[in-house]
């Protein structure tokens, strides 16, 4: 059973900073392009960042650019996401995803972890 677990989310105060990991079992998904994606409350998801398979090449929403970082470890199958000076608006349960196909459709989904920001 292929599965993508993400963790280390939680409540922290603006300005600070937390690291969410997402473990993936079931498969590798070292040939994969890995992203992560945010629902704020009452609002849709949205593609937060988005990291290629070799781990070269990143992409970001620009709202979180310059304070947030994906990157990944394909010998432990998972994929980070640094996040720096947290804002209010990062509150959002946090997913990643993984693009087998390459084609930017994502085929595999975690249950999410909560972010909260305090201000």
């Known amino acids: 059973q292929v599965q993508l677990v993400e963790s280390g989310g939680g409540l922290v105060q603006a300005g600070g900073s937390l690291r969410l990991s997402c473990a993936a079992s079931?498969?590798?998904?070292?040939?994969?392009?890995m992203a992560w994606f945010r629902r704020a409350p009452g609002k849709e998801r949205v593609f937060v960042a988005r990291?290629?398979?070799?781990?070269?090449?990143?992409t970001y929403i620009g709202s979180v650019k310059d304070r947030f970082t994906i990157s990944r470890d394909n010998a432990k199958n998972t994929v980070y996401l640094q996040m720096n000076s947290l804002k209010f608006e990062d509150t959002a349960v946090y997913y990643c995803?993984?693009?087998?196909?390459?084609?930017?459709?994502?085929?595999?989904w975690g249950q999410g972890t909560q972010v909260t920001v305090s201000s």
């Open positions: 990291i290629n398979k070799s781990g070269n090449t990143s």
């Open positions: 079931g498969r590798s998904f070292s040939s994969d392009a």
């Open positions: 995803a993984a693009d087998v196909g390459g084609d930017y459709n994502y085929d595999y």
